[in-house]
């Protein structure tokens, strides 16, 4: 369940649902609304991650990152 729950993460970020610098709905919300337990929420987040477009701000949350900033994390993660 949880690359279908990334997929629709992904959709929604590409879409404007989750625009640019917005955050995105926590674990335990992704969990309820999809009837997942937040283990399978918290592992579609980590693929999202993965793809380059968010980043966690520890007590904060997920934040889709903007253009200039997922620039500016592919150039970090090639060093």
Known sequence: ???????????????????PGGKIPSVVQLANEFGVVNSTAQRAMEAVKKEGLTRSEAGMGT????PDEREASADESAD
């Open 63 to 66: 934040f889709v990152l903007r």
């Open 1 to 19: 369940m949880w690359p279908q729950i990334a997929a629709i993460v992904l959709e929604r970020i590409q879409n404007g649902t989750y625009p």
